[in-house]
């Protein structure tokens, strides 16, 4: 049974926590690709982290995650996206990626990137994503608007 789940606006105290979610995230990820920076993984979140355009992820009160949409004129991407992992794979990831792109569908596309090998592109896969390009390190997504997508 997928959680249910509410999101609510970041605030700039957030940050630090939320940078903190993204190195556990993307510890494996990264250290299997080589590219694992335990300063540069935090500061990258910092540089571009926008609490006007991240939700928080509440399962019972909890905060166990976050997701930013972020507009561009021909594009939205979606970024910041990190669920602890004790939540991880219990459908609660699809069950936000599908409320998100709900709430923000419109002409233009969903975009994102996520780390080549992750476990999760198979979660961007099942709801609409194709593989846009590649490299060595990232895998660039993308996915149609309009109406709701996924399942």
């Known amino acids: 049974m997928i959680p249910l789940f509410s999101l609510k606006a970041a605030t700039a105290a957030d940050a630090l926590w939320i940078a903190e979610l993204r190195a556990v995230v993307l510890r494996e990820d990264l250290e299997r690709l080589g590219r694992y920076d335990s300063v540069r993984v935090r500061q990258r979140f910092l540089d571009g982290f926008d609490p006007e355009l991240t939700q928080l992820i509440l399962v019972d009160g909890e905060v166990v995650g976050s997701i930013a949409v972020r507009p561009a004129p021909d594009v ?34 969903f975009r994102l990137n996520v780390l080549a090998g992750s476990p999760a592109q198979r979660l961007y896969l099942r709801h609409g994503f194709t593989v846009e390009s590649q490299d060595p390190v990232d895998v660039f997504m993308v996915a149609p608007g309009g109406a709701k997508q996924g399942s």
């Not at 996206?81 to 459908?91: E, H, I, K, V």
């Open 76 to 109: 939205q991407w979606i970024e910041h996206f990190y669920l602890d992992p004790a939540w991880q794979g219990r459908g609660l990831g699809g069950a936000v990626l599908s409320e998100s792109m709900r709430r923000h569908a419109d002409e233009r596309p």
